[in-house]
């Protein structure tokens, strides 16, 4: 359960999205006549008479009100997304529609932003000395695909120990963690079937689902009931005019979601998935390696069977400290998209560097390098989330999510904090990321703060302190 926003709060933030909207015509009425300079894209005067490419009404948002808070956003690092990184010092002279970098680089930010969940991404280490003597031996691309010269030893052995990581049949790994939803969700479905959604599910899936040609319906955020509902109408009505029954209901869920913070009621809908026979998609983007006492992920934290979900999936660029992403469960689910997937057809094999920082993370966290270091920082990074989020409430912060999740959202709800809270955190040496419409709801701007087993409680400290 989410706390409401205050009505107080909801109306300020209304009038004060509505004073920016109101500048904002203003603003394009000057530029129109030429009182105020025009910095957005516009069609030359020959082209005029075209079809528009650039079109104004659409871009007004970004115009407006993005451009006023654009240097909360992109910033640019220039070290290892620790627990704390060096950031380029860049200024604005046209009010963010252009930067220019001074030269000076501000050290030592503590780094709030990176979901850099346990702490493997660094530039010494185990997986550093092991990913730099791949490098040496096999290069740093692969120049082809799967199916054809870029099957290498090191993507099979990778696979291998996802699948036993998750507890599955079989496993495979792909070279980007959006492509791995949006790709693999039309493989799984088409027309005929249904997909039920969670309202709040990250945009890979919102678009795989509709590349997919499947009927999509979208049930309340992590709510069992709207779900249910879902899926008696499917079961008693079927297919809208010919009335029979779906080819196949997938239900699309995430571990952890990014925004909120909030858990899955993983229990229930397995529940409800074997209830009413239709299929489960869990995307642990970042739940993997984030949750439970062995670090497995929301089945782990639930004490689940692995068997009960369909489709597994998750990514390599949180938790592992890489890049990538990977489906596990049943060998005829993943010999199948081995061959009807887009992702393992087309794409460009991982780089090897890449898939050996996975595979020494990966038993780091197991306990397979003969060290407890990956359980340390499970139990480090569980602490430390709990600790972060006990504090900021006792401090009065409206905080969004479940008390184990290392997703951390502060409501900032008005306009006006989001660049403000952004820029005094930076001029304290705090790098933290601010989120707002449409991103979020129009009155649910927040602050997202990601823990990572790399903070220290005096890190921790200076950040809540400040």
């Not at 291998?160 to 790709?183: C, D, H, I, P, Q």
């Not at 005929?192 to 509709?210: F, K, P, Q, T, Y």
Request: aromatic letters at 10%; glycine letters at 8%.
């Amino acid at each position: 359960a989410f706390e409401e926003t205050p009505m107080l709060v909801a109306v300020l933030t209304y009038v004060g999205y509505g004073v920016l909207t109101l500048f904002g015509y203003l603003r394009d009425f000057m530029r129109q006549w030429k009182i105020e300079k025009c910095q957005n894209a516009t069609e030359r005067e020959e082209q005029k008479d075209f079809v528009p490419l650039y079109q104004d009404f659409e871009n007004f948002y970004t115009r407006n009100l993005y451009m006023r808070i654009r240097d909360s956003w992109n910033r640019p690092i220039c070290s290892v997304p620790g627990a704390k990184v060096d950031m380029m010092e860049r200024v604005s002279h046209d009010y963010n529609w252009t930067f220019t970098y001074t030269g000076r680089v501000i050290k030592d930010i503590i780094n709030m932003g990176s979901y850099n969940y346990l702490g493997f991404a660094q530039k010494a280490g185990t997986c550093q000395e092991a990913a730099a003597k791949v490098l040496s031996q096999y290069g740093a691309g692969v120049c082809s695909t799967r199916q054809e010269m870029g099957n290498l030893d090191k993507h099979e052995e990778l696979e291998k120990l996802v699948a036993r990581f998750l507890g599955v049949e079989s496993a495979m790994a792909y070279g980007m963690g959006f492509a791995t939803n949006s790709m693999n969700i039309p493989a799984l479905v088409g027309k005929g079937c249904l997909i039920l959604s969670d309202e709040l599910n990250h945009a890979s899936l919102v678009l795989g689902a509709r590349l997919s040609g499947a009927t999509i319906r979208i049930f309340k955020h992590n709510n069992m009931q709207s779900l249910e509902k879902l899926l008696k109408d499917a079961i008693v009505h079927g297919q809208p005019r010919t009335r029979r029954p779906w080819k196949k209901i997938l239900i699309l869920v995430e571990g952890i979601y990014s925004m909120e913070g909030s858990i899955v009621r993983l229990p229930e809908v397995i529940a409800l998935k074997k209830k009413y026979k239709s299929y489960l998609y869990l995307d642990e983007a970042h739940s993997i390696g984030a949750l439970g006492p062995s670090g497995r992920g929301v089945v782990d934290y639930f004490g689940l069977n692995p068997e009960d979900v369909d489709i597994m999936m998750g990514t390599f660029t949180k938790s592992f400290g890489a890049a990538g992403g990977y489906i596990g469960g049943k060998k005829e689910l993943i010999d199948y998209l081995r061959t009807y997937s887009h992702s393992a057809v087309y794409a460009t094999s991982m780089s090897p560097p890449v898939v050996e920082q996975i595979i020494t993370s990966v038993k780091c966290i197991m306990g397979e390098d003969g060290t407890t270091v990956g359980k340390a920082r499970v139990q480090q990074l569980a602490e430390n989330t709990r600790y972060f989020r006990r504090r900021l409430k006792e401090m009065g912060f409206i905080i969004y999510g479940n008390e184990d999740s290392p997703v951390v959202p502060l409501m900032l709800y008005m306009p006006a904090k989001i660049g403000a809270f952004g820029r005094e955190m930076l001029k304290r040496n705090i790098g933290v990321v601010v989120v707002g419409f449409p991103a979020t709801p129009i009155i649910e701007s927040r602050a997202r703060f990601c823990l990572s087993a790399a903070h220290t409680k005096e890190m921790l400290d200076r950040v809540k302190i400040l």
